[in-house]
């Protein structure tokens, strides 16, 4: 059974469209994250929610809104995709500040 | 402001060499959480190890070490006789403890990218 699981793995779209990425953990976590990789690996947080409830939005442009519909989901959508879009999402939940488990990425590439 | 901070971009070794990871953090909180994660080539980011800031004991898994020091607010990675399956992106994390709107972040560094060599 995947802890954390995210859909799709791959993503290519065209600049100006919409799309989102889906999230879904069982491991019956209170917080779940969005982070960004950018193409020098570099980790960055974008948001959390604890509960359903937003905690962190760490200044990302309003075109990426996240949606929580309960404790185990955690959807990304992105309005608009830029080329600078590009990048790896990851999803993750955690207990606290126990440690983070985090889906296997989200290859996202805008054309 | 919590920073994490790699400072080796790159380490290539020869199998069965050991090899260190250093990293360095700087916080203002009491209490804070350390971690490192491996991204193999595959591109998974998986857990290794938390270490919490009351914590200074070194810590051993096969081979595997860790050695935390407050005192240079160091977290340092050893990985003994090194083997090709060891190959990845190691990174380090901080996550403070003092909650409110930064509760959970963790605060990574810039990775070390680890290539071993058969």
């Known amino acids: 059974d995947t802890a954390v699981s995210q859909t799709p793995k791959y993503l290519v779209t065209q600049m100006g469209n919409d799309k989102s990425i889906k999230c879904e953990q069982n491991?019956?976590?209170?917080?779940m994250y969005w982070y960004k990789q950018d193409s020098k690996k570099f980790l960055k947080i974008m948001f959390s929610y604890n509960n359903k409830e937003l905690i962190i939005n760490e200044t990302v442009p309003n075109r990426f809104s996240p949606k929580s519909p309960d404790k185990a989901h955690l959807n990304l959508h992105i309005n608009s995709l830029e080329l600078g879009d590009s990048a790896v999402y990851f999803c993750?939940?955690?207990?606290?500040?126990?440690?983070?488990?985090f889906g296997q990425g989200t290859r996202l590439t805008v054309v | 402001a919590q920073k994490v901070t790699q400072a080796q971009t790159e380490i290539s070794v020869v199998e069965k060499e050991d090899v260190t990871l250093d990293c360095v953090y700087e916080t203002r909180d009491t209490t804070y959480y350390l971690f490192w994660y491996k991204q193999p080539p595959s591109g998974e980011l998986v857990f290794l190890i938390r270490?919490?800031?009351?914590?200074?004991q070194n810590e051993i898994s096969g081979r595997y070490s860790w050695n935390f020091q407050k005192s240079t607010s160091s977290f340092n990675f050893t990985i003994t006789a090194s083997q090709v399956v060891d190959s990845a992106v190691y990174f380090c994390a901080l996550s403070e403890a003092s909650g409110g709107t930064s509760y959970g972040k963790l605060t990574f560094g810039q990775g070390t990218i680890l290539t071993v060599h058969p």
């Open positions: 993750a939940s955690s207990r606290g500040h126990i440690e983070a488990f």
């Open positions: 270490r919490n800031s009351f914590d200074e």
């Open positions: 491991l019956g976590h209170d917080t």
